[in-house]
Structures are given as structure tokens and as C-alpha cells.
């Protein structure tokens, strides 16, 4: 993966990399609509959103975009609208948002395109109201990736839980459903348990270990954030004696989506098959890179994008599915991978 670079002719590069549909570039961190943007973050209880706001903080030291100080709604939808408003009232000409209740927020959308202020959706595509970008991967490729992962490694036969998300965001519900559909339709020998969890690590450690009581013979597990399930779920199955090295007698086959170094880690040491890497080194570089387009005025329009992604027309605006790897213990030590720079900057 590339590295950014300092001088004021590159930042200006990177930037026009965005899309081919970018036109100019301001070398002061200004722009020519200017600004400030109000940053709000959904979460900072599991690795994954920590990390992320790691990222936005580099990015912003960088000068990528002025912002007025990060917010966190903490997976509540009422927060995060008193959070847009304030932001709001504080003088934001864009928001980057990442409403985990989906259904919720389009309200405040509506408040926010009434006054003219354009908005980034990070990792979930709001249900209705008006957006400038989404960023994120594509959440129902995940469920086909994992399913088929486990269908080969399971030989279509055998007995699954799903560790579900929030079914009342978009992620939890393109992962669960394109993990159902594909099941289905190719590995019908294969019983998929499903345990809705809020995104709540205790919640799915609760309900494997009633999956557990009933059916002791668990062939494999599908965790749809491994920043908030792996250590659970790995503390639970070492307690009932069920977590085997992967190659040996009894393994239980697990398939992740999030791409921590923790996971990473899990897939070296055989606890763990795979993840699905969600990048959320480019989820903050190409919020902020939106942002700053935003207020400078710029325009996108569907097709590849020159950082290996695809933009796409959705109901309310446009969205970025940036790319997001298989990691196995194959290329778990691939220093491409967010996970692993973050290691190193340790």
C-alpha cells in the first residue's frame, strides 16, 4: 500500500487519486469552500473503531481536513443526533457520520441537506436522506465470502453459528443475508444457527454458549466483527475445552469480518481461519478525502476509482465499495494490510 507523501505537490497527487472526475487542486489546507468538519464517531469500545480513529487523527494532523473535535454517539442513535447538532451549531460545513442505526438517521439527514451540509457515511449506508458518499466495503459480499469459505472447508455438511450484528443496521443485515442466501443455495447440507447480538460481544458469548449446551457439535462459526466477538467467543470455547489448533482432530472452523491485529494474530497461532479484512485505514483516509472535496465542491460520478475500488449510484447519492481481502494464514503477515502497519507503528 502506498504511503502518503509530505510534500504540497504530492498531498495534491493523493488527492486528485480520489477519482478521475476531480478537477483542480488547492494547495492551502483551506480550500476554495473552506470550512471546518465535524467528525462523529460511532463507537470506541472494540479495535476495529479504535483504530479507525486512529486513522482520522493521522489524517487530520496531516491537514487532510480542519476539524472541530471528534464526537462519539457510543451506538446510540439519539447521541449521535444531539452530536450532529451540536456539530452542527459549532459551525460544520460537511459531517462524517457512521449511524449504526440505519433506519434512524434519516431524519437528521433531511435537517442536514436543508442546510446545505454535505454528508459522509462511514462503514453503513443510511436506509433514506441524502448523501454526499458512503464509504464502505460491500457488507453482502462479506456473507458470500465467508459462507463460501466455510462450505469448502466444512465440505458442505456440517453444523454453523452466526454471529450476527445489529439486524437494524445495513451491515448486519447485507451480511446476514447474503451469508443465508448462499447457504441456501450451495451448501444446503450445512445447518446455519443464527444469533442476532446488537454488535454486543457478551450478547454473542451468551448465546454460543446456549448454542453449545444443545449442540456440542459445532463444525464452524461465522463472526461478523471479530472486534467485538473474537475474544469472547475464543475465552468461551478454550473454557468448554472446544478450541483446537486449526489442522487438528475437533477444530472448529471460524471465519471473521473486521481484519484487527488481534484476528490476525488468532490466524497465526491456528485459532482462528480467516478474516475478512474491513480497511479501515482507507475508511478514514477517503472520509476525510471526501470531506475536503465536499467543501471544495467537487463532484463523483459512478465507475472505478484509481485506488482499486468501485463507486456506485444508490438512492440517496453515491457510494465508494472499497476493497476488502480474505486474510489466512497464507497472507497473514502481508504487510499491505492495515492490521500489520498499525503494528509497526507501535
Partial sequence: MTRPRTSATAACAVLLAVAATLTGCNRESGGAGGGKVGIDMPRTDTDFWNSYQQYLEKG???????????????????????????????????????????????????????????????????????????????????GTRACAYLGKKLGGKGRVAELQGDLSSI???????????????????????????????????????????????????????GGAFLQPTLALLEQKKLLKPAGSVGHITIVSNDGIPEELDAIRSGKI?????????????YALKYARAALDGKTFHPGRTDHGSRIVRIAGGLEDQLPAPLVTKKNADDPGLWANQLEKRK
Fill in 171 to 225: 451491515n448486519g443485515r447485507d451480511r446476514s443475508r447474503a451469508f443465508a442466501s448462499c447457504m441456501k443455495r450451495k451448501y444446503p447440507g450445512i445447518t446455519v444457527h443464527e444469533l442476532p447480538t446488537d454488535w454486543k460481544g457478551d450478547v454473542a458469548s451468551a448465546k454460543l454458549q446456549s448454542l453449545l449446551a444443545q449442540h456440542r457439535d459445532i463444525d464452524g462459526i461465522y463472526m461478523q466483527a
Fill in 273 to 285: 481461519d480467516a478474516t475478512l479484512s474491513q480497511p479501515a485505514d482507507l475508511y478514514a483516509t
Fill in 60 to 142: 487530520i494532523d496531516k491537514g487532510t481536513v480542519s476539524a472541530l473535535p471528534l464526537s462519539n454517539s457510543q451506538n446510540d442513535i439519539s447521541k449521535l443526533v444531539a452530536n450532529v447538532q451540536a456539530l452542527s451549531d459549532q459551525g460544520a460545513k460537511a459531517i462524517v457520520m457512521a449511524p449504526q442505526d440505519t433506519g434512524a438517521v434519516a431524519s437528521t439527514l433531511e435537517r442536514l441537506a436543508e442546510k446545505k451540509i454535505p454528508v459522509i457515511s462511514v462503514d453503513t449506508r443510511p436506509d433514506s436522506g441524502r448523501v454526499y458518499m458512503v464509504v464502505r466495503a460491500d457488507n453482502r459480499a462479506y
